[in-house]
């Protein structure tokens, strides 16, 4: 008898060490990866990262977990969230200036999209918990300051080069992408994007080594012989200095006819808004410009489209605008891709 009793006690110990035990678990699937207990807190939280107000002051906000209903607005905005992942935690878009990029756009075509930028009162009643877009949308006739946003429990972001801080640098668009791979805990997706345009970065750099550096401008077309430049504090300018061209024009600016033949560019590229059309106009004015005709790049016809959302506020378009960038200086680099 006593032999019996202390089988069932011991059957009754192993149950309930069982019972206590799963509560906590991590389950393997058949596909290896790992599962985590809905009852149990995330150890990535909470995390926090450095944004903006209308004052260009430096804000830390804090989230204790991923937003779960995301107001985007913008193309880089909207397009990053895709890129890593997070359609299901979208629930308004607005501000496109072109179309998403084809590989998101089944996904998209699946939020709401406002045409006209929404009012305030509209994005309140939507309850949103993060707000992600340029400096621009924070201004009074806007969304206004961020802090009536922080006031009600709700985290905003800033591109660091929609005119937050200056220079616009590569470096910025590369941790706004990894500061929302930190908030919503997709760390690994953010990290592959960055590096892979650090790679695209480092090919251009591996293949001029030794070889002579190509004058460039990166200019935008304001009206016959009046350009505006983008210099080294541009994105395309960071750009064309890390892939090791010489730019010709460092100084944000305009410049005239008189301007552009003095510093003869090897390669000229001339931003456009989006459109085909728009892209052949600024290709075209500048070819068929009589005064221009002396200049290098005209000779050869080294006159390259380079689109805005490539080299301003460009997200993980600032991959697109190095390949074009790279691709208009060392075309043979490119060659049967």
Same mark, same amino acid.
């Given at each position: 008898?006593?032999?019996?009793?202390?089988?069932?006690?011991?059957?009754?110990?192993?149950?309930?060490?069982?019972?206590?035990? &799963?509560?906590?678990? /991590?389950?393997?699937?058949?596909?290896?990866?790992?599962?985590?207990?809905?009852?149990?807190?995330?150890?990535?939280?909470? /995390?926090?990262?450095?944004?903006?107000?209308?004052?260009?002051?430096?804000?830390? *906000?804090?989230?204790?977990?991923?937003?779960? !209903?995301?107001?985007?607005?913008?193309?880089?905005?909207?397009?990053?969230?895709?890129?890593?992942?997070?359609?299901? !935690?979208? +629930?308004?878009? @607005?501000?496109?200036?072109? #179309?998403?990029?084809?590989?998101?756009?089944?996904?998209?075509?699946?939020?709401?999209?406002? #045409?006209?930028?929404?009012?305030?009162?509209?994005?309140?009643?939507?309850?949103?918990?993060? +707000?992600?877009?340029?400096?621009?949308?924070?201004?009074? !006739?806007?969304?206004?300051? /961020?802090?009536?946003?922080?006031?009600? &429990?709700?985290?905003?972001?800033?591109?660091?080069?929609?005119?937050?801080?200056?220079?616009?640098?590569?470096?910025?668009?590369?941790?706004?992408? *990894?500061?929302?791979?930190?908030?919503?805990?997709?760390?690994?997706?953010? $990290?592959?994007?960055? &590096?892979?345009?650090?790679?695209?970065?480092?090919?251009?750099?591996?293949?001029?080594?030794?070889?002579?550096?190509?004058?460039?401008?990166?200019? #935008?077309?304001?009206?016959?012989?009046?350009?505006?430049?983008?210099?080294?504090?541009?994105?395309?300018?960071?750009?064309?200095? #890390?892939?090791?061209?010489?730019?010709?024009?460092?100084?944000?600016?305009?410049?005239? $006819?008189?301007?552009?033949?003095?510093?003869?560019?090897?390669?000229?590229?001339?931003?456009?808004?989006?459109?085909?059309?728009?892209?052949?106009?600024?290709?075209?004015?500048?070819?068929?410009?009589?005064? *221009? @005709?002396?200049?290098?790049? +005209?000779?050869?016809?080294?006159?390259?489209?380079?689109?805005?959302?490539?080299?301003?506020?460009?997200?993980?378009?600032? *991959?697109?605008?190095?390949?074009?960038?790279?691709?208009?200086?060392?075309?043979?680099?490119?060659?049967?891709?």
């Amino acid at each position: 008898m006593k032999k019996i009793i202390s089988i069932l006690l011991t059957a009754m110990m192993v149950v309930g060490i069982s019972g206590c035990t &799963n509560k906590d678990t /991590v389950t393997t699937p058949k596909d290896g990866t790992k599962v985590e207990d809905s009852n149990k807190k995330s150890a990535h939280y909470p /995390v926090t990262i450095k944004t903006y107000n209308y004052a260009k002051e430096p804000v830390e *906000l804090t989230f204790e977990k991923a937003p779960e !209903k995301v107001v985007a607005v913008y193309q880089n905005s909207i397009e990053t969230l895709l890129a890593l992942g997070l359609k299901d !935690k979208i +629930i308004a878009t @607005s501000g496109l200036d072109h #179309e998403v990029k084809d590989e998101y756009k089944d996904d998209f075509d699946k939020l709401k999209y406002y #045409e006209k930028l929404p009012s305030k009162e509209e994005v309140i009643a939507l309850q949103p918990d993060f +707000i992600l877009s340029w400096y621009s949308l924070f201004d009074e !006739k806007r969304f206004g300051d /961020v802090n009536f946003w922080h006031e009600r &429990n709700i985290n905003t972001y800033m591109s660091q080069n929609s005119g937050v801080i200056k220079p616009n640098t590569l470096q910025n668009e590369y941790d706004d992408i *990894l500061n929302m791979g930190k908030v919503f805990d997709v760390e690994d997706k953010a $990290n592959d994007i960055v &590096n892979e345009m650090k790679k695209e970065i480092q090919k251009s750099k591996d293949f001029v080594k030794g070889k002579e550096t190509v004058k460039s401008v990166i200019l #935008e077309v304001q009206k016959n012989g009046v350009y505006r430049i983008y210099g080294e504090d541009s994105i395309g300018g960071d750009i064309a200095k #890390e892939v090791g061209a010489d730019l010709v024009a460092k100084s944000n600016g305009k410049i005239g $006819n008189e301007d552009l033949v003095k510093l003869n560019p090897d390669v000229i590229f001339t931003v456009y808004y989006g459109k085909e059309i728009e892209r052949d106009a600024a290709v075209n004015s500048i070819l068929d410009n009589p005064a *221009l @005709s002396s200049v290098s790049a +005209i000779k050869s016809k080294r006159v390259n489209p380079i689109m805005l959302s490539e080299v301003y506020s460009s997200g993980i378009r600032t *991959l697109d605008g190095i390949k074009t960038i790279s691709k208009g200086l060392y075309p043979e680099l490119y060659e049967n891709k």
